[in-house]
């Protein structure tokens, strides 16, 4: 008798950029395609989880990305960029690592993938030398700003995230290290 296997987290690899470019689509579709013009959503879906965009990310050396796969399809993964591009006049943080995406498969939410990777991202922050993590978050996705909370991030300000012509208002969070 066969059991499966467990999910694994590792770094991603070149090889991941397509299977890690589609689970983002389907993740971020799955959560926000519904506010937007479907013009706008598409145009922001290629700027940001494109193939290519993902295996420039990858190639990136201020980017890690980690991803969980399990029986050989990725299910969750993280985006951190070392070097925070996020506003920075909101905090005191003199070495700020960004949490740019963390994402599960929308069938496997709430299954413990996103506490692996949050742990796996102030780990790699320690590591890196931060003493910030720093992150976005839709002003109406309570669910995501609970989680947050549970790593000791909170609320530093408001600011505006744009897709296309639409404007949502978004909270920056911050987590000391």
Sequence with gaps: ?????SPVLRLATPDDALPLAALARRA??????HLYDPADFAAFMEEAHSDATTARQLADPGMRIAVIEEEGALVAFCK??????????????????????????????????????????IAQARTQGA???????????????????RFGFAKIADIEFWVGTHCDPEFLYACKL
Excluded at 28 to 33: M, S
Excluded at 131 to 149: C, G, K, M, W
């Design 80 to 121: 951190l960029v070392l070097d925070s591009t996020l506003p920075r006049e909101f905090s005191t943080s003199t070495r700020p690592l960004e949490l740019k995406q963390l994402y599960t498969d929308p069938a496997r939410l709430g299954g413990g993938l996103g506490r692996r990777l949050m742990d796996w991202a």
């Design 1 to 5: 008798m066969t059991t499966a296997s």
């Design 28 to 33: 971020v579709a799955a959560k926000f395609e």
């Design 131 to 149: 003493d910030e993590i720093q992150l976005t978050v839709y002003s109406d996705n309570p669910e995501a700003q609970r989680f947050y909370h």
